[in-house]
């Protein structure tokens, strides 16, 4: 069976076979190369990838800073036992203590990517306050361990497996477009935080540890809560005596103008979870960043061999220190403003776009039917074509969902976001036939 298979030294085109012996098989398109926002195919065609890869490329393909610091550790030195002290491993946790809210000033870098940082950061407030329970929003991706899955709030992810969820306990997001409680954001109180308490009290088991949030919920619809939600949820956490979790797997690393969403809202949580965007350009790296009474949980309760990677801690310095310069930050704040002000305008045009939401280039579109329902038949179909006009785009929900995402690599500039504008417009022109 081995000798049938071919290499990539045979040709791009010949590659797709080996998708029959792939446990996923990739889509049907060969990619080549990158640089910045673009991504080009087998045949020359350009994207603009709307979704920075993974939403991890917060700097795009190939940037060329991050490249060469990462040459420059791979000469010296590539894996040491992360017991040892090393140069980017040490920049690399005073960069995050630099650049995090004031009061995190720990740093946990033996961990794998996103899923590990969470569940290490649940272990962390278990060790700290002795509770078990956690709660976790509708519609979030917390990761995809068991526990993680576990706690992400979409039963789609969990239905093969029939698992119990011992200590987990969901509860419904800010999400104000569609409010779960059929209240309007300028009366309701903050009903969706004060509500936790009944789950606290008659859903748990009398234990909750922690409550994990996405300041923004990346996988799930992009739903971004109003100024006073979260001041509402660190209050009640306090109360409570609950450790707050922002799971800034998504969030963190500029992508909504802040180097954190933590800073964009105000509010400081105990724990900082962090990976993709950290990367810069595609290398893995993760890191939970705490307030200092977390720390007592020793390293063995949580440790992976490639975490604290020499080369990605050189990528995730070289990428802290790009994304922290302010006219970097200011850009995406700048760049979002306007591809929102853009699809406002598209939104006119056009009663399939219900609602346009989102922070700095965290951006999502939610597309309805005639009765303002959630329409994901069209979402995916919206997502097709746009594909045919040059943009790689994602819906929300792993497909499940109703909302376009559009989350560029931060480096994108005013020009380029025009362009992107551009073509989403013709594409929305060709489907709904405005010319
Ligand atoms: C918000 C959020 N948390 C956690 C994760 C899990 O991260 P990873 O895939 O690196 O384990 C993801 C990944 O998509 C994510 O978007």
Redesign the pocket.
């Known amino acids: 069976m081995a000798e049938s298979v071919q290499t990539i030294d045979e040709g791009t085109e010949s590659l797709l076979d080996l998708n029959e012996f792939f446990f996923t098989p990739t889509e049907d398109i060969v990619m080549i190369e990158g640089s910045g926002i673009y991504l080009k195919d087998n045949n020359g065609k350009e994207y603009i990838d709307c979704a920075s890869a ?2 991890n490329l917060s700097l795009g393909y190939s940037h060329p800073d991050v490249i060469n610091a990462v040459k420059e550790q791979a000469d010296k030195l590539i894996h040491v036992t992360s017991s040892y002290m090393t140069n980017p491993v040490g920049n690399l946790v005073k960069k995050l203590i630099e650049v995090s809210p004031e009061g995190l000033s720990k740093v946990h870098l033996k961990i ?7 569940e290490g950061a649940i272990k962390m407030a278990q060790h700290y306050n002795g509770k078990t329970d956690v709660i976790s929003l509708f519609r ?5 361990t068991i526990f ?1 899955m576990n706690a992400s709030g979409n039963s789609f992810r969990r239905e093969p497996f029939h698992l119990g969820q011992p200590g987990i306990v969901h509860v419904p997001p800010a999400y104000c477009y569609r409010c779960f409680y059929n209240q309007k954001p300028e009366t309701c109180g903050m009903l969706c935080v004060e509500r936790i308490n009944d789950f606290i009290d008659y859903a748990s088991s009398g234990q909750v540890s922690s409550m994990i949030v ?1 300041p923004i919920l ?2 799930g619809d992009n739903i971004t809560p109003p100024a006073a939600y979260f001041p509402a949820l660190r209050k009640l956490c306090d109360e409570r005596n609950i450790t707050l979790i922002f ?1 800034e ?3 963190g690393i500029g992508r909504t103008g802040h180097m954190f969403a933590a800073q964009y809202y105000g509010v400081t949580p105990d724990i900082i ?1 962090t ?2 965007g950290l990367g810069g350009t595609g290398f893995q790296v ?1 890191a939970i960043i705490t307030k200092p009474e977390y720390a007592a949980m020793e390293g063995h309760h949580h440790s992976f061999t490639y975490g604290s990677n020499l080369l990605s801690a050189a990528a995730a310095v070289k990428t802290l220190e790009i994304v922290w310069e302010k006219s970097f930050l200011q850009n995406v704040a700048d760049v979002g403003k306007y591809i929102m002000k853009r699809l406002w305008k598209l939104q006119e045009i056009y009663s399939v776009i219900g609602d346009v939401r989102g922070v700095g280039l965290m951006i999502g579109i939610e597309i309805v039917d005639d009765e303002n329902n959630p329409d994901v038949n069209l979402t995916g179909y919206i997502k097709k074509k746009a594909f045919e006009y040059g943009l790689i785009m994602r819906t929300s929900r792993y497909g499940y969902g109703n909302v376009l995402k559009i989350r560029p690599p931060l480096t994108i500039t005013m020009e380029q976001a025009d362009e992107l504008c551009n073509r989403l417009e013709s594409c929305f022109n060709q489907i709904f036939r405005k010319q």
């Open positions: 993974t939403f794998s990517g996103g899923s590990t940082a969470n979030s991706h917390v990761g995809q993680t996405e990346g996988n799971d797997i998504q969030t979870t990976a993709k993760a």
